[in-house]
C-alpha cells in the first residue's frame, strides 16, 4: 500500500519561506512522478508542480504563478520530495497536497491521473 505522508505547513507573512515535505512509502518505483498540488477554499484543485524520476537529474516543471519563487526536488535515499516556497504571497495560502503516480516520466498535471495522495497541510499566508 502506497502512503504520502506532508509536513510543513504552517502560518506565514508575505515574503517568507517555507519548506514542504512529503514522504512516500510502498511504492514500486524508486523515484516516482510526484506532484504537488493545492487548494483554496472555495476553488478547485490546483496542479503546482511536478518532479519526474530519473537517476542523476530529475526534470522538473512549475505552473506559472509559482515559477522563480517555488522549487521542487527530491531525495531519492529518504524517499522525500520537497517544496521549496520563497516569497510566498497571500494567493499561496492553501491547503497542499502531494500526490504520486505509478509512472517515472511524461508526468501529468491533472489531479485525476494521480493514484496516490497525502493528507495535506495548510499553508496561510498573511500581509
Known amino acids: 500500500q502506497v502512503t504520502l505522508v506532508e509536513s510543513g505547513g504552517g502560518s506565514v507573512q508575505v515574503g517568507a519561506s517555507l519548506r514542504l515535505s512529503c514522504v512516500i512509502s510502498?511504492?514500486?518505483?524508486?523515484?516516482?512522478?510526484m506532484s504537488w498540488f493545492r487548494q483554496s477554499p472555495g476553488g478547485g484543485r490546483e496542479w503546482v508542480a511536478h518532479?519526474?524520476?530519473?537517476?542523476?537529474?530529475?526534470?522538473?516543471r512549475y505552473t506559472d504563478s509559482v515559477r522563480g519563487r517555488f522549487t521542487i526536488s527530491r531525495d531519492v535515499a529518504k524517499k522525500a520530495v520537497y517544496l521549496q516556497m520563497n516569497n510566498v504571497k497571500p494567493d499561496d495560502s492553501a491547503i497542499y497536497y502531494c500526490?504520486?503516480?505509478?509512472?517515472?516520466?511524461?508526468?501529468?498535471?491533472?489531479?485525476?491521473?494521480?493514484?496516490?495522495w497525502g493528507q495535506g497541510t495548510q499553508v496561510t499566508v498573511s500581509s
Open positions: 518532479i519526474a524520476g530519473g537517476s542523476n537529474f530529475f526534470p522538473v
Open positions: 510502498g511504492s514500486t518505483y524508486e523515484s516516482p512522478c
Open positions: 500526490a504520486a503516480d505509478d509512472r517515472a516520466s511524461q508526468c501529468p498535471t491533472d489531479e485525476n491521473e494521480y493514484i496516490y
